[in-house]
């Protein structure tokens, strides 16, 4: 359990802050007195003000303490990541050499279309193997974010039902679809109607068919679901929106469960978005960059965002004349070098390569499935795919919550999985491993699991008062959401060390 067992010193390690360090006139660097002299000409109004107690450090100081900092992230890299819904895939280094290559990263975004015919080709190589994979006709790659390709999509949705006569005004959106759906539905100028799933956390084509009528535009599925079930009645369900003349939308943040071996085109989808980070190993978290690739039928090709790119006798043109189009929903061609990454993926693992990654992520969170069954409540008995949900029912006869356990999973050097989503699973514990985690590390988290429900029963206040070895402990997270501190200030007794350092200066130049 890398390294760490129940037996843990529980003593803090607190490293120091860069404010207690460092001595009046200790710098990095000096100016040349040239430069010094030079400042007198910037206009006070130009020069920020002194900084009270603000640090004056060394070159190594500054150095080995964001080095410090930098060892406190989490990353893929260096720990098990495995957080439910939000799949954090390795991202392989041979993307980003591929990325780096000069011919794309030194590519102007304002290039004409003659000079960038290998990027252009890559681009509709990636729009054609995306489709492949999701059953689509066409796809668009300028959304740069799944969000951003929701309300693509029912930009799109909007526009073709718009020419038909009626825009119509609903959206269905179950309880178990991503939280980003009806954000995207009410920003798009529709008004969601959330349906609730079954027992069995699937959705049911008669309980669709009672609020499917003329005013709905489309269902947004979420397939797998975010309890990582199969919609199994996904083709029932279809047939009842299309008998009403909706159209099927199906969020592909779960494709990663799905690729190579079965296509929501397949199974009447109209309308896909595609997370690569979620299923082409493009890098995930800080805010990006992102993509999220839109795939759609033949008959919505007309709204389209532009400019497209088409392929003529020997060479690749950009065309924007589309009038149906929904116009551009991102500047240049998306986030070109996230394209990269995702197609050196696709080519480097091919169909059999992406049929094996899906197998193995769904072999995986079904191991991880079997080995906490019993151990944590399952909040659904199905198997499941790509991830799975446990509850803290069981440890909360000791007044253990979710969130204790979470925090004392830190101690045991694993980062924690998703907490409290989806909303429908009280308490729920969302895990999804990937396909690249090896057996040990799988075995490695659920010991560590299994010891933590271990010590709820033996000593739950160990774990209500995790963690124990993080730099800093519990924080009060309802309030650092409400009462952010922002800003540094200094406080009673600080020295004034910068005025100092400015002091010096001056009186040298």
């Given amino acids: 359990m890398s390294g760490r067992s129940p037996g843990i010193n529980l003593r803090r390690s607190t490293p120091p802050l860069i404010f207690e360090g460092g001595s009046p006139g200790r710098s990095g660097f000096f100016w040349p007195e040239e430069e010094a002299k030079s400042q007198e000409k910037i206009p006070r109004n130009l020069l920020r003000d002194d900084i009270p107690g603000f640090p004056e450090l060394g070159e190594l100081e500054v150095l080995r303490h964001f080095t410090r900092l930098s060892h406190l992230n989490y990353s893929i890299e260096s720990q098990f990541y495995p957080l439910g819904s939000c799949t954090m895939k390795y991202n392989p280094k041979v993307n980003e050499v591929v990325a780096r290559f000069s011919g794309f990263s030194l590519l102007h975004p304002l290039a004409p279309p003659e000079l960038i015919q290998g990027a252009l080709e890559l681009l509709y190589e990636l729009e ?6 999701g059953g689509m006709d066409h796809v668009t790659l300028q959304p740069a974010a799944g969000a951003q390709g929701e309300l693509t999509g029912l930009m799109i949705i909007r526009a073709c039902l718009k020419e038909r006569g009626n825009p119509r005004r609903k959206i269905i959106v179950p309880d178990t679809a991503h939280g980003t759906n009806p954000a995207s539905s009410t920003l798009c100028g529709y008004e969601v109607v959330q349906i609730a799933s079954n027992s069995r956390g699937m959705v049911e084509a008669a309980k669709v068919e009672e609020v499917m009528d003329e005013g709905v535009a489309a269902l947004m599925l979420t397939n797998p679901n975010t309890l990582g079930i199969f919609e199994k009645n996904i083709q029932a369900v279809a047939e009842v929106v299309h008998n009403k003349g ?41 805010g990006g960059p992102g993509a999220g690739p839109v795939g759609i039928k033949s008959f919505l090709q007309d709204y389209l965002p532009v400019p497209r790119i088409l392929k003529g006798d020997g060479s690749f043109e950009l065309q924007e004349d589309f009038p149906k189009s929904v116009g551009r929903v991102r500047s240049f061609f998306g986030n070109f070098g996230i394209l ?43 198997p499941c795919m790509h991830e799975s949900v446990f509850t803290d029912r069981l440890q909360q006869k000791q007044g253990v919550t979710t969130l204790d356990i979470a925090k004392r999973l830190l101690d045991y050097g694993f980062h924690p999985p998703t907490i409290y989503f989806p909303l429908v699973v009280s308490g729920a514990l969302m895990i999804e491993p990937t396909e690249t985690e090896s057996r040990e590390t799988l075995d490695a988290f659920a010991n560590a699991m299994i010891a933590i429900a271990r010590e709820v029963k033996e000593n739950p206040d160990l774990v209500r008062s995790a963690p124990h070895t993080t730099p800093v402990g519990r924080l009060d997270e309802a309030r650092a959401a409400r009462k952010p501190v ?20 001056k009186a040298k130049s």
Avoid: C
């Fill in 486 to 505: 922002l800003r540094w200030e200094p406080q009673a007794g600080d020295s004034d060390q910068r005025s100092a350092f400015s002091s010096k200066l």
């Fill in 128 to 133: 054609g193997v995306l489709a492949e994979i």
């Fill in 246 to 286: 909706g159209l099927l939308y199906l969020d592909g943040a779960n494709l990663n469960a799905l690729m190579g071996i079965a296509k929501p085109g397949d199974m009447g989808v109209d309308v896909l978005h595609i997370n690569l980070h979620k299923t082409f190993s493009t890098p995930h978290g800080g």
């Fill in 340 to 382: 990269v990454r995702a197609y050196a993926y696709i080519i480097s693992l091919g169909s059999d390569g992406l049929e094996e990654a899906s197998r193995m992520a769904l072999l995986n969170a079904n191991y991880l499935r079997k080995k906490l069954e019993g151990t944590y409540h399952l909040a659904y008995p199905e």
